[in-house]
């Protein structure tokens, strides 16, 4: 070998390592969010904003059965960068109808048939890997995930302790520091982070198909790491449950899928202010496109809901309970004050397994054909795992019999095979025009986009835990918007009738009752996002106080707009939305009365009838204490807000022509 080609050859050598050992940088639109791509033996990110560094080099990659380790040892064979402006238009608006898709990315593709794609948004930033190993089954043992911040930031975690990362998903967002999580601690996404200097961040996941959820340990220090459930390969009833599972047997890989593939978003939402979190709409970004070519037939809706009451009716001449009179009482209710369906919930089947038939007490035809006549459709509820056995011969019952959703349930698990089962049901769902409603489920990634006949998920601690505990409090109910709400829809199952002050609140499982006041409760029918959105009451008690069932009734379940103008955490949110022409405005306070000044900038038109239902004046002695004004407003004007401890707050605006 001559001396020539020796120098040649280190001249290459030299070249490549300067290649591969190299940082690449991503900024948002905006300037004011950068990602810093380190690539040298390992592939890290580091994210700041408006110079702020908020995660430092965190290291990311997989590892495959076979030996293949994207991430270890990476060569960049080619660093692409580009741009996306563009407007998308959602089938079912949760938030906004019309959402600006705006973002720069960076694909690094990398020797071995892998890459990593980055995305720097003005609200956020994501990254995923990419692999091209071809059609056949590759086996995902593991994949590194790490969030290294760069302060001890303050953080709303809902802890778990299930080792196999099973559970309904509906834990407490408790404020925390990152160092009070140990190691062997963790907690399930969404995350919301604050940092030293006040910049809010929500960690979560999107785009999540054929591979398990991904949950996030402490460390005793500023970091957490990810975890993903085995694959489960063996399960066993837990005693008699005919809903409880024991796992027995596992793999010792995440995921098997196939070989060439995108993986799930690792998401970062990032935003100067608690209050922007109410207009984030990142996951739904990043999630696959609707796939369905017909979506005209879905209709969201409000729902008389009957479980939580306990079908508790009053004031009729039949007993009341799990029957055909009962239903048609729930009916009747629904028709009179314009609620689009009502849900059976548990005890309509013959068993809790046998989804085929109606209990004897029920009589599903008659109810199907009294709810047609007085334009009420019906929704049944169903375990996940007789459905996921028998699922076509099921949903076509449900089609022959005429029912227009169906509500699943007891899922708890967040494995590969449950993402599955989520998108299975959605396209079964979807292909014989049924609606979705998931309970028992892990948040939401994305799904609702690519299924829109899914409405709902559940994932929350919500409403029915009143039931049997005391933890629905006005600032639990003021955290979740700016924890499990930034994911997506919740069902949280608002409007409650009793209302108690603090200090008041008992268990009650047949007369169940809330925290807060009567104005509070009506604000989450502005403040939450529920295309499909319950009325948990009891009808006979909505019955009682028509004017305030009629107020409630005319709210919408998808809106065009939303506009966030106050919110801190755990405290207190006000939020506008518009629906048509209307506007509408939600205010909610934990157990601080509070005040706020609103201008109506947002107004379009130049003046409004305006309809507010707030506190009465003797909330604080008795909760379910409310006034109704009409007055007229202009655009421009300064609304004033004013909710009592634990109130609420909340207003229709009419242009006036």
């Known amino acids: 070998m001559n001396c020539k080609f020796i120098r040649i050859l280190c001249i290459a050598l030299m070249t490549t390592a300067t290649v591969s050992a190299k940082d690449y940088t991503l900024v948002s639109p905006d300037k004011k969010i950068k990602i810093i791509v380190s690539v040298t ?105 790490a969030f290294n911040f760069n302060d001890n930031c303050q953080i709303y975690l809902p802890k778990e302790d299930n080792p196999e990362l099973q ?220 459905l996921d056995q028998n699922m076509d011969a099921i949903l076509d019952q449900y089609v022959k019999w005429g029912v227009k959703g169906v509500k699943v349930d007891y899922m708890a698990r967040a494995d590969q095979y449950m993402v599955n089962f989520y998108e299975r049901t959605s396209k079964a769902t979807a292909q014989r025009k049924l609606l979705l409603d998931m309970h028992g489920a892990y948040k939401p990634v994305g799904l609702n986009r690519e299924y829109p006949n899914l409405l709902n998920y559940e994932g929350v601690r919500g409403m029915e835990n009143n039931k049997w505990e005391e933890t629905i409090t006005p600032a639990h109910n003021a955290t979740l918007p700016f924890t499990r709400m930034v994911a997506g829809p919740m069902d949280f199952t608002p409007g409650a009738m009793l209302n108690t002050n603090k200090g008041e609140f008992h268990i009650n499982n047949t007369s169940p009752m809330s925290m807060g006041t009567r104005a509070h409760q009506t604000s989450m029918y502005v403040i939450y996002d529920s295309p499909l959105q319950m009325l948990c009451d009891n009808p006979s008690n909505y019955k009682r106080e028509p004017v305030y069932t009629h107020f409630i009734a005319r709210f919408p379940t998808t809106w065009d707009k939303t506009v966030a103008l106050e919110g801190k955490i755990e405290e207190y949110v006000v939020v506008a939305r518009k629906n048509g022409d209307k506007w509408y405005i939600g205010g909610m306070t934990n157990w601080d009365a509070r005040s706020f000044t609103i201008p109506l900038t947002f107004l379009e038109g130049k003046k409004y009838k305006i309809e507010i239902l707030k506190d009465g004046i003797n909330a604080g002695k008795h909760a379910a204490d409310y006034q109704l004004l009409t007055e007229e407003i202009n655009k421009g004007d300064k609304l004033q807000i004013d909710m009592a401890a634990g109130g609420g707050y909340t207003a229709i605006l009419t242009p006036v022509n």
């Open 167 to 386: 559970s309904h998903y509906e834990g407490d967002f408790k404020s925390m520091k990152l160092t009070d999580v140990n190691t062997g601690q963790y907690g399930y996404l969404p995350l919301y982070i604050s940092s030293g200097s006040g910049t809010k961040m929500v960690v979560t996941e999107a785009d999540l198909h054929d591979y398990p959820n991904l949950f996030l340990y402490g460390t005793g220090g500023k970091s957490l790491t990810g975890k993903f459930p085995k694959v489960i390969l063996e399960t066993t009833p837990k005693g008699k449950s005919d809903r409880t599972e024991l796992i027995v047997k596992k793999a010792v890989y995440n995921a098997k899928t196939t070989g060439t593939r995108t993986y799930p978003w690792r998401t970062v939402i990032i935003s100067g202010s608690d209050k922007d979190l109410l207009e984030n709409e990142l996951v739904y970004k990043l999630a696959r496109p609707n796939v369905l070519k017909d979506t005209d037939w879905i209709k969201p809706g409000k729902v008389a809901w009957d479980w939580w009451n306990d079908n508790n009716i009053y004031g009729v001449n039949f007993k009341s309970g799990i029957n055909t009179a009962t239903y048609k009482y729930f009916i009747d209710f629904a028709s009179e004050y314009g609620l689009e369906y009502v849900i059976l919930d548990e005890g309509w089947s013959r068993t809790t397994t046998d989804l085929l038939a109606s209990a004897s007490q029920i009589d599903i035809e008659e109810l199907v054909r009294y709810g047609n006549s007085k334009n009420v459709g019906l929704i049944l509820w169903a375990l996940w795992k007789p």
């Open 41 to 145: 033996k390992t592939i890290s990110w580091s994210v700041s904003r408006n110079e702020e560094l908020l995660i430092t080099p965190s290291p990311m990659a997989m590892t495959f059965a076979g030996g293949r380790n994207p991430g270890l040892h990476p060569t960049v064979v080619k660093a692409g960068k580009s741009s996306v402006n563009k407007m998308i238009t959602a089938v079912i608006p949760v938030r906004n109808k019309y959402i600006p898709e705006l973002y720069n990315d960076l694909k690094l593709s990398f020797k071995n048939n892998y890459a990593i794609e980055f995305r720097a948004y003005n609200d956020g930033v994501a990254y995923r890997f990419v692999t091209a190993f071809g059609d056949q089954p590759v086996e995902v043992n593991d994949e590194q995930v």
